[in-house]
């Protein structure tokens, strides 16, 4: 089950950000920073597996179209012409761990110990007939390319070995027993349509978000499917908050047209998997690895709070059993902090 105090203090922070922070200044769409957090901490589950994830992007705004891109997007299969395009750079680092973090060498029945740093570069269509108030649904595409180190070069040791030591938390052991160091590279391709907001007051509105994707590359590769549904007001100024991947789809970008506007979502996304080397091991070497299951699923809810040029997303991840002998599923939290300029 979702941490229900956890969510609690998470919504707590997303209200007191809004009380804060609202002003009623009108602020013009343009380029988004993100910063992404995600953690098991916020779930109150401790250290296992996914047990960190920071991320850090920023989104051109519409207008940014350097030429050769947009002639280069027009012979893909997909990103239809005629759309708004925003171009995305990022810089991430996840970490994963076994459950008993305590042990010099870790169960080899259990998740190994890895770390995955990456900068990603991407581009993001919305159909210009999202800009019509009247239109009866909204096409998002995001393709995102990310290259980076798998292994001791990740310098996960080095960033949880200082965390837990500054928290003064129990310190990990088995870190010399990671999976080795591998370049790795990812493609990753989602395709999100957003209904028409149904109205049930003035103020109050709800949505659905179906979506399919998926990803390609020694890192991950997948299919995912899944939906999502929002109840709120303002639901039009983005697509659900921002995760770092694999995860449910949203939007590293949101319009920022002032005032206040909130939504509470929930939303779950089915993935088949057919590569992850946090759990298979490295591609070209022997290395601590589990039997992966080849379907998992992530169900997930939580708030998103914009005012003005800010925007606040508090979310609990409910993860299925992704190996064999895994005998729960993970919890984990995700907090992202967002600025429109």
Same mark, same amino acid.
């Given at each position: 089950m979702l941490s229900i105090g956890s969510m609690h203090r998470h919504i707590g922070v997303a209200c007191a950000f809004a009380l804060f922070t609202s002003s009623g200044m009108a602020a013009p769409s343009g380029g988004v920073i993100n910063l992404q957090v995600e953690n098991d901490l916020f779930a109150g589950s401790g250290d296992r597996h996914f047990t960190n994830g920071v991320r850090l992007s920023w989104f051109t705004p519409p207008e940014t179209r350097p030429e050769r891109l947009i002639d280069a997007t027009a012979k893909l299969p997909f990103f239809e012409p005629?759309?708004?395009?925003?171009?995305?750079?990022?810089?991430?680092?996840?970490?994963?761990?076994?459950?008993?973090?305590?042990?010099?060498?870790?169960?080899? *029945? $259990? /998740?190994?110990?890895?770390?995955? +740093?990456?900068?990603?570069? =991407? &581009?993001?269509?919305?159909?210009?007939?999202?800009?019509?108030?009247? *239109? $009866? /649904?909204?096409?998002?595409?995001? +393709?995102?390319?990310?290259? =980076? &180190?798998?292994?001791?070069?990740?310098?996960?040791?080095?960033?949880?070995r200082e965390w837990h030591g500054l928290i003064d938390v129990k310190k990990p052991e088995g870190w010399r027993h990671q999976i080795k160091n591998e370049p790795g590279v990812v493609l990753f391709y989602e395709r999100k349509y957003r209904a028409k907001p149904h109205p049930l007051t003035d103020r109050l509105q709800y949505d659905f978000t179906p979506h399919f994707g998926g990803a390609l590359g020694n890192v991950f590769t997948y299919g995912a499917v899944g939906t999502a549904v929002?109840?709120?007001?303002?639901?039009?100024?983005?697509?659900?908050?921002?995760?770092?991947?694999?995860?449910?789809?949203?939007?590293?970008?949101?319009?920022?047209?002032g005032g206040l506007t909130w939504y509470l979502f929930a939303g779950f996304e089915a993935r088949a998997v057919a590569r992850n080397i946090f759990?298979?091991?490295?591609?070209?070497?022997?290395?601590?690895?589990?039997?992966?299951?080849?379907?998992?699923?992530?169900?997930?809810?939580?708030?998103?709070?914009?005012?003005?040029?800010?925007?606040?997303?508090?979310?609990?991840?409910l993860r299925s059993e992704e190996f064999k002998g895994q005998d729960k599923p993970d919890i984990f939290g995700a907090i992202s902090l967002s600025y429109a300029y």
């Open positions: 005629g759309t708004r395009l925003r171009f995305d750079f990022g810089l991430g680092q996840n970490m994963f761990t076994p459950e008993d973090i305590g042990r010099r060498d870790p169960d080899p *029945a $259990d /998740r190994p110990y890895a770390g995955w +740093l990456y900068g990603s570069i =991407g &581009m993001t269509s919305e159909s210009d007939i999202c800009q019509n108030s009247g *239109a $009866d /649904r909204c096409l998002l595409e995001s +393709l995102e390319l990310e290259v =980076g &180190m798998v292994g001791p070069a990740s310098f996960a040791r080095q960033t949880q929002r109840l709120g007001h303002g639901l039009w100024r983005d697509y659900g908050p921002p995760r770092i991947r694999p995860s449910l789809p949203g939007s590293g970008f949101f319009e920022s047209h759990l298979d091991g490295n591609t070209f070497a022997d290395s601590r690895s589990v039997n992966r299951k080849p379907l998992i699923g992530d169900v997930q809810g939580g708030l998103v709070v914009t005012v003005d040029r800010l925007r606040l997303s508090v979310t609990q991840v």
